[in-house]
T-cell receptor
């Protein structure tokens, strides 16, 4: 599985957009980009995933660069409840998830 | 989606003993997984458990230490054997139904 690189921590003001970057420069053509988050003391929660195109759902948007070497998760209007560790994972469909170190996002009132 | 429950939610155990963690999924799934999360760390995959076959362990994890059962398509157990304080972690069950879902975890403290 391709390795991902994320900043260890970020802050975001409540109500503003949170943009979480992820580098996956060795990603293969058949590997998807997944985002999960883990709120303290809970199991990881699925957010969104994509292959090539940008994706949006009720939780977030995922922007994947044209060369697929990096992506950005966007939380459009961050709330205090979005404070969590966010994990970017790349994997071939059907294979196991291997978690990196993630980004600890703190939403500040 | 899939709803996953785990028992126990937490436990405190003495070194040298064993603990079996149960994982129940609310629907049938082919693939289930067990992860460990040591204090302040990310998740590490222990093994993949498919119904009807032996579990597949990741490097650094062995069946004698972490035996796994998968008796049907909705249930799995992970046993942490001959525990030491280094086994103090959160153990998470996961299942794939379309995407991959995680249980709430079992918090284990070994004294």
């Amino acid at each position: 599985d391709a390795k991902t690189t994320q900043p260890p921590s970020m802050d975001c003001a409540e109500g503003r957009a949170a943009n979480l970057p992820c580098n996956h420069s060795t990603i293969s053509g058949n590997e998807y980009v997944y985002w999960y988050r883990q709120i303290h003391s809970q199991g990881p929660q699925y957010i969104i995933h994509g292959l090539k195109n940008n994706e949006t759902n009720e939780m977030a948007s995922l922007i994947i660069t044209e060369d697929r070497k990096s992506s950005t998760l966007i939380l459009p209007h961050a709330t205090l409840r979005d404070t969590a560790v966010y994990y970017c994972i790349v994997r071939v469909h059907g294979n196991q998830f291997y978690f990196g170190t993630g980004t600890s996002l703190t939403v500040i009132p | 989606s899939a709803v996953i429950s785990q028992k126990p939610s937490r436990d405190i155990c003495q070194r040298g003993t064993s603990l079996t963690i149960q994982c129940q999924v609310d629907s049938q799934v082919t693939m289930m997984f067990w992860y460990r999360q040591q204090p302040g760390q990310s998740l590490t995959l222990i093994a993949t458990a498919n119904q009807g076959s032996e579990a597949t362990y990741e490097s650094g994890f062995v069946i004698d230490k972490f035996p796994i059962s998968r008796p049907n398509l909705t249930f799995s157990t992970l046993t942490v054997s001959n525990m030491s304080p280094e086994d103090s972690s959160i153990y998470l069950c996961s299942a794939r139904r379309g995407t991959q879902y995680f249980g709430p975890g079992t918090r284990l403290l070994v004294l």
